[in-house]
């Protein structure tokens, strides 16, 4: 990880295109002019190197051994031991994110059982002394854990799952650092009652799970257990970190088929039955775990940890009755928040872009930043409500589940400074934990509890707090901040429309929650699911599903998803699924001409070459080839073979173990076996540097063939990018070899190579300014 | 289509491998020992050509100067007509599910109504001959209509769709005439009473909807609009068509989200995210149908159809409530329900063998097959009730819902021949529709209602008509019959553990339909969704996933899924996902050694060759090639250059337009496109055989190259077959170029060409019959 020099950067930012003035299309790492020549993203506000990952299967003559010597125990092993790692996987998080809403509800309830004693004694100046002063602490906690120890557990963590998925490796995302600086801060800010969510940090905390518990535990105390060397390979850790993802989702929102939907629509970019099967047992581990917790702190055993523990907005118990007219107001809530959505995101993207400056001047700006947030937030949250009027109770309402007015930890009318028998509404929604105030929010049958004027010093708040908080250094999920919007006006519209439609506030707070969502995060089936299983009503499922359409409808026609701005301004390589028009009138030809020749190996190649070779470039990946070979079709001349791809790894791997011959000759299979197992080869660490080569080993010579994939992909090299990019993202690549059109003598057999780095569009675009002239027409589909 | 000669066959039958004795693993139709000559397959019990579809975008430089000339109104045009043609598949598709629903409702209401006035009358033999004379006349009409006009519209039509979203085109499967039979026999086949679904039809009538608008009508009717054209390709029609499938699961089961997910788990073999959105588009408009026709509906103008009317098994008044042990009756659910899909699987699989064997007799066997169905199950259904023991009426019970006796259409406690104050149990279960059965025996709170002897009678009944009536020239859904056969065993076992449990029997009779289901159908997420859908009682879920997951656990133990072996049967060269383990063992080189030389053109070539080229191969794309080009790096001798792949459709169009040169030259851009258009170009029909050619102009020349796709998929020669394999079904080609890893003049640039066939592992294995040893190693998953 090495950080860019601030000059190096400033002259580059000279050379940036000057077409290209979008601002949602600009990265905050600038690249210079050249294709693929800085593979550099942001990850956790540091500038690193981003490695690709390699989802091919690497078939050398090793691994063809390793693959015929399994034995069917071994199989069976492997079967097993999947499955066990995805039980464990949803143990695990249902255990954490138990542990999580345990100390959550804990904290902050014992925080605002204090202050409401401070507030029935009528010492209001302490008890916001005391409310800040614990909030301030909290975050402070969080966030000098994420600055110091962790920077990437800042933030939701799902767009570096996207793209990990996607086949980019961030580095240090699923460390046990992270992991127990994300549980941790997780539960400091969410508890000092920011406006941020632990969902989203739930997502990343069980795919950190899923990826220590696959490479078996952290990185310097790994379990070298035997079983778990099957899973040393990109592919299976990939699958691992999708039910890992899922399991996430299920545990924030005890949704197991949402969680499922999620990770499938949104996280990830492959998919196969088998792994929506595996990723389902995860999910339902989860929540069986959930529910034995429920059972056991339903009998008083967890503290303040009651009945409203885990989220779960239950409005199951209304009577949905809608009719035909009743569609207008629903196709109003989609379309405004739709057009909320992507208003939100527009101005999040701003926001970032300005933090980001914050925080590159250094650890105490971050941390100011952060408690700067928490102070107005703070100040905000215990300030507002004396503004509100008190509102005499509604006596017909006392049930005995509403006690009115409540000066408990939880509760729908919150008495705050008003005379007995009133409520303060906005107490009701800003004095409380998040989790609450959606609760109350969303409470159905109550249609004269708020005020508006209430409900819009919330909504304006909540949009204030929802831009400010997320970029802020401690880990935060984006899922509730919009909830809590989204709820907000959808509950101010249902009192404008309260007279002509029989839809119950609570349900348009519900849909208004849900068209925000659809509006920012541009999901549908499965936030329809997860809003399903939330609400428990099988009759809300049209109209949120029409809500959903239309909101994700109105917001696609202004920017893309707030996942793909984040993942663009990290400068993240994401590879995106339908490839640009343009892309189509560029073949992979013309790509590899403007890119440093291919530099290739001899099968049997000298070792002065190798090393000079992998100090002097950083390509991870080497065509080999033999001159002058008689082709089994019998021709008198030589011809050029290509015997395929060895990866820069290998070749360490090759150099470290000195397997090295005096002379220019094959090696024998028990030569290398004897060196060698497909193991080892697995192993992809290793640097060049770090390896020791006398004089004299440096003209012996190494046989490669033994150590090369030999069943490359490739393509010719006629093909249009357009087509290159969906077999490279289809198949899950890292090098893609082009092939020439030509059959002659002294053609090479490659013409150049691709990585994922050359196929983005955007690094096309800068070496080729032409084709964006076309840019601005439709991508089809 | 040809029927192929059975002489022939049964010479080919000696050539068969002794080895392959697995009787799962035969298909109905005889292969010779070559690779990929004999593309065949049962369509609807008539041994078919079967081709293969091109997902591919055709590159050529009229579809790539089509593309660069569209503009973006045109653009415009066709997004906004795809989400037309998704509103339109979605609304058709609800309302003839309606229809369908309608019709049997009031066909079958009126025939027991008349029933059972025989009955109350003491009549039990002219009873007996009207009810069996209805259900004969109703058979008859509808498996005359499926033998004479549409034997494709026999059976679920489920596996040739999940065959054709794989890339398998089943001829005359989506045809307008298949659509009017298959909605017609279907009605008539479930009024019938027969032991079959509308489930699996109303799927096919969805994607034959689809397919039909997609082109615009019937075949000889086509419409012949300007914005069609875009649609005129096989990947915008694979599209519409999962979206149609997924419409009719919705329409079937009211479950838009299980729709969605049935089509994604088991229909589909691609998918984007965009066609999620849309196809979840779609289910919402079918939804929207069904609710506003059941508005309708519940104001009494709709017949016979009442409440009752879509299917819709309401379990949701249920308080569910278990513990711990109750997961141990959950386990055992889950463990039988494998065990008997699995069993079920087996047996079907034998009795379809034998059925075909009576079928290949003629269109008289099969109608007579049919109608001995028909007379059996009239007669057990009318007859098995006597042997029942009447039960006096549950005074306790008697509520608004359930009047004890009914004697109407439909109803909980039938009186049949008991008097009165008493119900006969078993006709409450036989003596009315499939879908009051379902409803019947899921009813709640009822835990005294069916004597066991009564119950295990209808599962054994259930069991022998599930495998005698599937295979017959009907329309037939594989859904119902085994949700019945489930919740026999389901409440059964409810009855046995009645004592140790607080879980309702009728639970336990839906947890027997779902285990029953995915130990059959062995779908986990979409099955899930759909019983939570269907019985609307969110709390189920955990149970249900647990059962869902042991089920397919077991069943996947013993045999492939129940779909899986349909395809097998009919010989669809269906691709699996997963590549046998031993295709890494052999390269694609060693495949196409087998296979005869492969056959190129010239880039401009003669007639005579074309006209030779096309008359006696039936290859359907053919490399184009330039001998000594000189490639622009420099070569002093010639090179051979790939231009392409050149498809037969664009070869007939190039003879049947005349596109001849007098003189061996390369045209111009205006040549071309005066000729052609790239939506002409789109058209995939003709035949050689039609076209005329004079003497003169077999002396003449073609110009190739503005018509050839420049941009192949390609693999080289030492890839491994599972690799080409994966390459070839997750980008949906339909030809592989196979190139050469030496490079030398005089090799030629294409080695071969791989097709569906050639990847088969059935068809790799009778030419490799020594790879067949390692088969029996376990698949890495």
Redesign the interface.
Known sequence: MEEVEREQEEEQEAEIDPENNNPLHQTLIKRNRTLSSNPLALVGEKVSYIESLDY??N?NDLF?HG??SRS?VE??Q??FL?WLLAFLVGLLTGIIATLINLAVENIAGYKFLAVLEYINGERYLTGFLYFAGVNFALTLFAAILCVCFAPTAAGPGIPEIKAYLNGVDTPNMFGATTLIVKIIGSIGAVSAGLDLGKEGPLVHIGSCIASLLGQGGPDNYRIKWRWLRYFNNDCDRRDLITSGASSGVCAAFRS??GG??FA??EVATW????L??RT??CT?VV??VL??FI?ICNSGKCGLFGAGGLIMFDV?NVTVRY??MDILPVVVIGIIGGLLGSLYNHLLHKVLRLYNLINQKGKIHKLLLSLAVVLFTSACQYGLPFLAKCTPCDSSLRDAESVCPTNGRSGNFKQFNCPPGHYNDLATLLLTTNDDAVRNIFSTNTPHEYQPSSLIIFFVLYCILGLFTFGIAVPTGLFLPIILMGSAYGRLLGMIMGPHTKIDQGLFAVLGAASLMAGSMRM??SL??IF??LT?N?LL??IT??VL?IA?TVGDCFNPSIYEIILHLKGLPFMD??PE?WM??L?VGELVDVKPAVISLQGVEKVAKIVDVLKNTTHNGFPVMDDG?V?P?G?A????????LILRAHLIQALKKKFFLKERRRTEEWEVREKFTWVELAEREGKIEEVAITREEMEMFVDLHPLTN???????E???VA?AM??FR??GLRHLLV???????????VVGILTRQDLLAYNILTVFPHLAK?KS??K??
Do not use: D
Request: charged share 20%; with cysteine.
């Open positions: 091919e299967i078939e063809k693959w015929r069917r199989a069976l492997y079967i999947k197991p088929v499922v939907l499938l629509e998919w196969r039955s088998a929506l099967w389902f047992f339902a929540v069986v529910r034995a059972e199951s009719h035909v549908t089936v329809c699911v399903l299983e428990s099988l499922l049209p599903m029409i359409l994700k699924a339908n028009s189509r009138n073949t070979v082709p079709t021709q001349n030589g011809a050029t073979e290509l015997h395929g030999t069943t490359p992909f490739t393509v010719l006629s093909i249009s087509k969906i077999l289809q198949v092939v020439p059109k030509y059959q002659a003598s002294g053609v090479s057999p076309s027409r439709q089809r589909n």
